[in-house]
């Protein structure tokens, strides 16, 4: 069993920049992020291995959003940059075993960081 732990969600204005940190109770192979707006699934928006190789984002954050992780802490982070008002949306920290897209392939979940973006 793994937990995560999310934080450094918050209220920031367009343009900002907020990095988002999930810090796990044991090894990861595959953290991923997801993000879910009201009304609207569960979006992928990136992940990364252990090694850190293969990061992958989804097209609309591409180049504006950058994963990475400390292993020896056990953690990972979403810098996130020219945030923008869609990208307002509950943030969710995920661990798996497999590099996918689908928030069914992961195992673990954290309990979510609040992202607000105003104009």
């Known amino acids: 069993q793994v937990q995560l732990v999310e934080s450094g969600g918050g209220l920031v204005q367009a343009g900002g920049s907020l990095r988002l940190s999930c810090v796990a109770s044991?090894?990861?192979?595959?953290t991923g992020w997801f993000r879910q707006a009201p009304g609207k699934e569960r979006e992928f928006v990136a992940h990364?291995?252990?090694?850190?190789?293969?990061?992958r984002y989804t097209d609309s954050v591409k180049g504006r959003f950058t994963i990475s992780r400390d292993n020896a802490k056990n953690t990972v982070y979403l810098q996130m940059n020219s945030l923008n008002v869609e990208d307002t949306a509950v943030y969710y920290c995920?661990?798996?075993?497999?590099?996918?897209?689908?928030?069914?392939?992961?195992?673990?979940w954290g309990q979510g960081t609040q992202v607000t973006v105003s104009s």
């Open positions: 995920a661990a798996g075993n497999r590099l996918t897209v689908d928030p069914t392939g992961y195992d673990y």
């Open positions: 990364i291995s252990w090694g850190g190789s293969n990061p």
């Open positions: 044991g090894r990861t192979y595959v």
